[in-house]
């Protein structure tokens, strides 16, 4: 039963690290010792369970972004056919240009980065 309870406030702290709470402001609010507190926050699961937590946080809000890029990207280019301000044609095509390149850029690091986990994973299955 103590254990359950030691769980129980181990993965409240872990949802309070992912939102950027400190152990210390954790502790003090769930009458917890800081010591423990920190403790608790240095242990490998409590860890890998605040980085769960954020990865999927960050996935739900690139989702919620990714439906939308569409309806950006006809924005700016509306702004850059259509703006009667040089100033804000420039800007909107200086956007499309920069995330051009941006997106171009994070496509051949994607596809490296595949490649590599592609040779880990045969070099993996070799050694098995």
């Given at each position: 039963m103590a254990g359950e309870h030691r769980q129980s406030r181990k993965t409240?702290?872990?949802l309070a690290l992912a939102e950027g709470v400190s152990p210390r402001k954790w502790a003090?609010?769930?009458?917890?010792?800081?010591s423990t507190a920190y403790?608790?926050?240095k242990e490998p699961k409590v860890k890998a369970r605040a980085n769960l937590i954020r990865r999927r946080a960050v996935d739900r809000a690139v989702g919620r972004l990714a439906k939308r890029v569409t309806w950006a990207a006809e924005g700016?280019?509306?702004?850059?056919?259509?703006?009667t301000s040089e100033s804000v044609r420039l800007s909107a095509?200086?956007?499309i240009y920069s995330e051009m390149m941006t997106g171009s850029k994070f496509g051949g690091l994607e596809?490296?980065?595949?490649?590599i986990?592609?040779?880990?994973?045969?070099?993996?299955?070799?050694?098995?």
């Open positions: 409240r702290l872990a003090s609010k769930n009458k917890v010792s800081k403790r608790w926050a700016i280019v509306k702004l850059a056919d259509n703006a095509l200086r956007a596809d490296r980065m595949t490649q986990e592609e040779r880990l994973d045969a070099g993996t299955a070799n050694a098995s």
